[in-house]
């Protein structure tokens, strides 16, 4: 028998099931999402697939009624552990009417929705790392106890808007959680022509915060770097940079040929270690999911799946004379 580990950190076996049947949601979202591309049906995937574990052991660690999420375009995992569903998340997809990221105005793995705190984001990557700051600012001066949690790539952290926002929160003790998404590749740029210093995290002594990097295929793993980055800013002792180490198993893009790029010896080595695979097999050797019961957990995954395709497909698009609305102020005649 498997140590149980989720037990030490506080994770209940119902919460650990939780974990993967989100893990296991967002991946089938994705494969849709890639079905529907290739037949002409949606017109842009930016995936998921490989990141699952940190996204979603990382969006467990945080207070989903209090805490700020600021995804980047890969973090379908984070997004619905905070509330999104897959039927939102289709028609965004699709891009129509009923987006609640956009109203059909961004592209796909633009998130955002005010109810749930999850801010959006732009094109530009890294953007979404000093409005964190902001709002973990904003927070700070109104004394509320939250923390912001922001997440980019490794290629992204090489952006200016990384190291000013990294700066700010350190000098300024903010509560927030960098966290660094590495899966090796920044679109066909591998992470040995990306970076100077060994880890993403080694650029956290800089800003006078601590920096640890962790197993990104492994949810447990990141659930208690993210936890303990969380308690650290709820107590006052300021940012923290987690850098989660996983791999990116699909192209950049719907757009994008990784073959002139990756070698297939090298996808296929990966994909033995992905985390849907390597966690659900944790979970059954630890007594806590058997067969019956991971059958289904993909059939209620499915059924999702189905159904939100189905409404998104046949759901309006966006009328035409609606193209300008929240884009410019309305006057009245």
């Not at 700020?68 to 897959?86: H, I, K, N, Q, S």
């Not at 530009?124 to 902001?134: D, I």
């Not at 210093?197 to 793993?221: Q, W």
């Not at 979970?283 to 395709?309: F, H, Q, S, Y």
Request: aromatic share 8%; net charge negative; with cysteine.
């Amino acid at each position: 028998m498997t140590e149980n580990r989720h037990d030490k950190l506080g994770l209940s076996d119902q919460k650990v099931l939780e974990m993967y049947e989100t893990m296991l949601l967002a991946r089938r979202i994705d494969e849709r999402m890639w079905l529907l591309n290739r037949a002409g049906k949606i017109a842009f995937v930016v995936s998921c697939q490989g990141q699952e574990a940190a996204q979603v052991g990382a969006a467990f660690a945080l207070d989903r009624e209090k805490d700020y999420v600021l995804p980047y375009y890969r973090d379908m995992g984070v997004v619905l552990t905070f509330g999104m569903t897959p039927k939102e998340l289709m028609l965004s997809g699709f891009a129509k009417a009923e987006d609640p990221n956009s109203g059909s105005r961004q592209m796909p793995g633009h998130f955002g929705q005010k109810k749930n705190r999850i801010v959006t984001g732009s094109s530009p990557v890294t953007t979404q790392v000093p409005h964190a700051v902001g709002i973990a600012l904003a927070g700070k001066m109104v004394r509320k106890n939250l923390v912001t949690f922001v997440t980019f790539g490794e290629g992204s952290s090489n952006q200016g808007d990384f190291h000013e926002g990294a700066n700010f929160a350190g000098v300024h003790k903010l509560p927030v959680i960098f966290m660094c998404e590495n899966n090796k590749y920044a679109i066909s740029v591998p992470i040995e022509k990306q970076l100077a210093c060994e880890k993403v995290s080694d650029r956290a002594i800089g800003y006078g915060m601590p920096g640890v990097t962790v197993d990104g295929n492994d949810p447990l793993d990141v659930y208690k770097a993210v936890k303990e980055a969380a308690d650290r800013g709820r107590r006052g002792e300021g940012p923290t940079l987690v850098e989660t180490v996983s791999y990116r198993l699909t192209p950049h893009s719907s757009d994008d040929d990784d073959r002139t790029y990756r070698a297939p010896d090298e996808v296929a080595k990966a994909k033995t270690e992905d985390p849907i695979i390597t966690f659900g097999a944790y979970l059954k050797e630890t007594g806590v999911m058997n067969d019956e019961l991971e059958n289904e957990i993909n059939e209620r995954v499915m059924k999702l799946v189905n159904e939100a395709t189905d409404y998104a497909e046949n759901a309006p698009y966006s009328a035409p004379e609606d193209a300008l609305k929240y884009v410019y102020a309305e006057t009245e005649e």
